[in-house]
């Protein structure tokens, strides 16, 4: 049974830096396309990262290229986004991916 399991949000200030982790079990972790999304309140659900965990190849949307980045630990199954100088806007849900599995989100807020 393919389980991603995300931690590591909570209530930052503008500027501010996180590190999310998401744990995965239930399938070949080296091998996969694992990405980051975020989800406001009122708006839909977007793509803000994503990292081959074989080779390492990465992609970030505009709204976060520069501040966040997101890497793997393949002996840990665990991929990391790690986020700096947070802004209001980025207050969301944030939610792991691989093909059509979802973990659980982990709510992170950044306040002005």
């Known amino acids: 049974e393919v389980q991603l399991v995300e931690s590591g949000g909570g209530l930052v200030q503008t500027g501010g830096s996180l590190r999310l982790a998401c744990l995965a079990s239930g399938f070949r972790f080296d091998d996969y396309t694992i990405g980051w999304f975020r989800q406001a309140p009122g708006k839909e659900r977007e793509g803000i990262s994503c990292i081959l965990t074989k080779d390492g190849i990465t992609w970030y949307a505009d709204s976060v290229k520069g501040r966040f980045t997101i890497s793997t630990d393949n002996g840990a199954n665990t991929v990391y986004l790690s986020m700096s100088d947070l802004k209001p806007e980025d207050t969301a849900v944030y939610y792991c991916?691989?093909?059509?599995?979802w973990g659980q989100g982990t709510q992170v807020t950044v306040s002005s």
């Open positions: 991916n691989t093909a059509q599995y």
